[in-house]
């Protein structure tokens, strides 16, 4: 408990945390606004013109887009921070410090994916109230009513709350593997915002290659896809059911948690 | 201390290094190593560049894994320690801050995770005369406010040994006097202080007991004193004479050597000052003066770690 609440101290007292809390909260504002725009155009029954029908275009549906606004950069940020939460200590050779306050690494370790997953938390629980606020009143205006007691919308704001917790979990990992900060980042960055186009189109181009549809759902291997397929819940022909989705994100924060405890126990700190 | 918790009772704070080995790759930086390190007293760590001090200091302090043998303060390994800061502070590098941190912020961290009152952080910041940067960032820091800084985490659990790696580097004058105190005073309590340095006159005046390391290899290890008579012990004799013709037959005599040192002077060697005397009294020789040149610690290390320094 103490190396947890001395993490959350780190990250309090340097000026990370809020510039990246500005980034998300920019990030949900472009993101409610293009996703308010898209419930307008789709609720008033112009679904067809951006592309969007049958479950989706749903009232339900359309909601649970609007209050988990944000989601994808967000995602991206919670990462990063938990990047940064590990590569700092190399970068400022403050790990000297830390592993002198406490030689049991393991518990460092814990201490930072504990920290990790309150801040993932946290930044759910400001877009999230962020995104209620603007979403009920958006949406009440425009004459659907808050669509808030629908299990949909329930749905995708608690696994939007699991997704923000294991993306915040997947940073901690990435940094203890690749501890050079901005190797970390940038690779971390690329992989989330470019890396699941590529992975799309690998497994778009192999089904073709292979004349089978099936092997599309196989890109649920990738982090990125297994947490939209988890969030979205419809499973479609491209996607599988959200469970596998949210067992492959789980497996991979438990791989990269157990990896980053292995390895920082070994590592010699010069 | 302020708090005054510590007692010399709590433990014995000796350090025991033995058998310590680092193998990297294609360098052996610790070969062997053994020595120990007694409470109450100063005691130095003297190297030349690469002699494997840091490596040392960090096995020692579980930050590097040994290849082969063990160290251990007060008994435990640093690993096994129950609460490490309560029994060991170290300072090893001045720069290991969060540059974007204020000083005060970087001790409340420290004490957040070894479970010290907040106000700890106040008085170790007092107590290495901080308190004015306090809410300043650790990148606005002089290199001697950042040696202060990392001293003040050191005493942050108000630990029984301390460990310090190159503590005077960047200090000035100033700062090298006060922390020359600061750290006699701690022995002077009766806990145990290990410097690392290459700076051998401050050494000289700081420590009391040097453990000095060439090539990963223990070369001597005592009392100061002790360790600057075991070379002067075959030093040199320094004699003034109006005699020395007389004198210099009479000590090659002896089977002694005499040099003239060029400035009137004659400089005996395997003879002691008293033989000397003896030998220039039986000879009816007039002396104007007979001094035993005792080498400074530095020529002491310079000898001792002559050939061994090279780059590894």
Redesign the interface.
Known sequence: M??V??EL??IR???TWWLLGIGAFVATALAFAVNAWLAHTVLSGRGEEVGVSGAQASAPAQAAGLYTSGQYLGLLFVMLIGILMVT?EFF???A?????????RTSVIL?KLGAASLLGFGFWLATTVVDLIAGAAFLSLDGHGTQLGEWEVHRALLFNLLAYAIWTILGVGIGTLIPNQLGAVITAAVLYLVGTQVVQLLFFLLSNWLDSEAVVKWQVVWPAVASQVMISGEPSQFTPAWWVGALVLTGYAVVSGTAGVLITR?R??? | MSDGQWSPSAGTGQIVVSGLTKQYKNVRAVDNLSFTVQPGRVTGFLGPNGAGKTTTLRMLLNLVTPTAGEATIGGHRYADLADPLRSVGAVLEASSAHKGRTGINHLRVICAAAGLPRQRADEALALVGLTPAANRKFKGYSLGMKQRLGIAAAMLGNPQVLILDEPANGLDPEGIRWMRGFLKGLAAEGRTVLVSSHLLSEMQLLADDVVIIAAGRLVRQGPVDQVIGSIAHGGRVRVRTPQAEELTAALREQSATVDADGHGALLVTGADAPTVGRVALAAKVELHELTTERPDLEGVFLELTAGKAEIR
């Open positions: 103490n190396l609440r001395s101290l780190k007292t340097t000026s700092n400022h050779q403050t000297t410090t830390t592993f002198l306050t406490t030689p049991r201490g070994r010699d700190i010069a």
